[in-house]
């Protein structure tokens, strides 16, 4: 057999000196690095210090035996192919020893060209596992770069490409307001900051701060003891405590309650908070990101929102334009996601005719970015052919009214009912629009805030041809 090189280690745990004088022989000869222990209370720190490539581990060991090890080894994410030896073999310890993830198992006495096959078998296959993890490591980043992507050529995308720039510079002592209609991709721009920075491989941990109950939201904050209030029932981690060094993600903050702004205002200034019913004081070394699709100065002025947590928050302000106010970067978009649905639906979609992508570019897209992925993805199940034609585009988007959001209304017949009818209709478009651009898409929500039943508003939003799920 070809020797292998030195770099090679070896790990013999076993009490037998004869074991361990043939093993020193075979493996010297050999070319490997020999490493020996005869205790198993000492196995778990040799291993961690030394990073052995193989190890032969005796099942009886004084103190603690080799199975036992073997488990503290794969609890530990100790992925060292382990070879088990014993002098006793039964079907028990064998089957025990493959549930533990052993990596081949060995009666004695042992023999000498199967142990030198083994130790090849077992450098190869973790070599091959380490290059696929590699492989894995890099496709995951390769899908959350792409997952997480901003596109755009616009000069204001230009422009916030280098603020995130920018930002990943300071320190996690430094906070960001992010604003902009629902939609825009407020979320790409924080993950964007977090995946450019320092901690980039610190926990990036969203809260969604207007889905959590308000009687939840301190705990899901700051953690709970146990006891802390009916049916904490064990201590609780909070995703402040959470996010390590990472980033906390503080999505629509306008929606947290007067009283918790007051705490989180302390805690973004002071960096440190107490578990809900705890004494211990921990520190946050996470940054800090806000975003809402409120004019947050306004909540300031109506008294819905601390204009000193505002402050706090706004050291940087990146505020994300509508879709309609970068249309060059229409195409872009949706050509990107164009190939996405048709890579995910395994469907030769390859194409957006010129008519097409005329009507795409002249829509107001009132769900901004998130809208227009909807009708890509649309219309990419809807195609038969390989190119994206009008007649697959939503009525909404051909009918050219874009003067809804100005709420221009023309008088379009000098018969009074008919002109009050289109005057209605048009309000109650614009009215729901807003209405779930402010909550999100939530139809219970927005049907709550509108004082009708969900199922009128489900009625009205089908009648115009609205889909919530565009605004979320």
């Given amino acids: 057999m070809k020797k292998m ?25 050999d070319g490997f690095t020999p490493i020996f222990s005869t205790n198993g209370f000492e196995v778990m720190e040799k ?64 023999d000498i060209n199967r142990i030198r096959l083994l130790i090849q078998r077992a450098i190869e296959t973790n070599q091959l596992k380490n290059k696929v993890r590699e492989f894995e490591i890099k496709q995951s980043e390769i899908d959350y770069e792409e997952k997480y992507q901003i596109i755009g050529n616009s000069p204001k995308i230009q422009e916030i490409f ?69 049916g904490a029932d064990k201590r609780k981690y909070g995703k402040f405590e959470i996010a390590g060094k990472g980033t906390i993600l503080l999505d629509e903050i306008t929606g947290i309650p007067s009283n918790l702004q007051q705490k989180l205002l302390r805690v973004i200034q002071e960096r440190e908070f107490q578990r809900v019913g705890g004494n211990e004081t921990i520190k946050v070394e996470a940054r800090f990101i806000a975003t809402t699709n409120l004019n947050i100065i306004e909540e300031v002025k109506k008294g819905n929102f601390r204009e000193d947590l505002y402050y706090r928050l706004s050291v940087f302000v990146i505020e994300v334009p509508p879709l309609r106010e970068r249309r060059e970067d229409i195409p872009l978009l949706a050509n990107y996601f164009l190939k996405k649905y048709s890579r ?35 219309c990419v199940i809807l195609s038969k052919g390989g190119i994206i034609t009008p007649d697959l585009l939503p009525e909404n988007l051909k009918s050219g009214k874009r003067d809804i959001d100005d709420f221009n209304i023309p008088i379009v017949s000098e018969n009074l009912a008919e002109a009050r009818r289109k005057v209605i209709e048009a309000f109650e478009k614009k009215f729901l629009i807003e209405l779930l651009k402010k909550n999100r898409g939530n139809v219970s929500l927005s049907a709550k805030s509108a004082g009708v039943t969900r199922q009128n508003l489900t009625y009205l939003l089908k009648k115009y041809n609205i889909d919530p799920k565009s605004f979320r």
Avoid: W
């Avoid at 090189?5 to 000869?29: C, S």
């Avoid at 099942?59 to 060292?80: S, V, Y």
């Avoid at 977090?194 to 610190?202: F, I, K, L, W």
């Fill in 344 to 378: 995910e639906m395994k469907k030769n979609v390859s194409a957006i005719s010129d008519s097409a992508m005329e009507i795409l570019v002249n829509y107001d897209y009132p769900g901004n970015v998130r809208e227009l992925q909807n009708i890509i993805e649309r």
């Fill in 5 to 29: 090189h030195g770099q090679a280690k070896v790990m013999v745990i076993d009490d037998d000196e004869n074991i361990l004088f043939a093993f020193k022989k075979v493996l010297e000869k």
């Fill in 162 to 230: 280098k603020l995130i720039g920018v930002i990943s510079m300071t320190p996690n002592t430094t906070p960001v307001l992010i604003t902009g209609e629902s939609g825009t991709g407020k979320e790409l721009v924080a993950r964007a900051i977090h995946r450019s920075g320092a901690n980039a491989s610190e926990p990036f941990v969203a809260i969604n701060c207007p889905a959590v109950p308000e009687n939840l939201l301190e705990s899901e904050f700051f953690g709970h003891e146990k006891g802390a209030f009916t």
């Fill in 47 to 110: 291993v961690q210090a030394e990073k052995p490539d193989v190890i032969f581990l005796d099942i009886a060991m004084p103190g603690l035996d080799g199975l036992e090890i073997l488990k503290q080894l794969k609890d530990k994410g100790i992925e060292t192919p382990v070879v088990i030896i014993t002098g006793y073999g039964t079907m028990q310890t064998a089957v025990k020893a493959i549930q533990l993830g052993a990596f081949e198992y060995l009666t004695k006495p042992l």
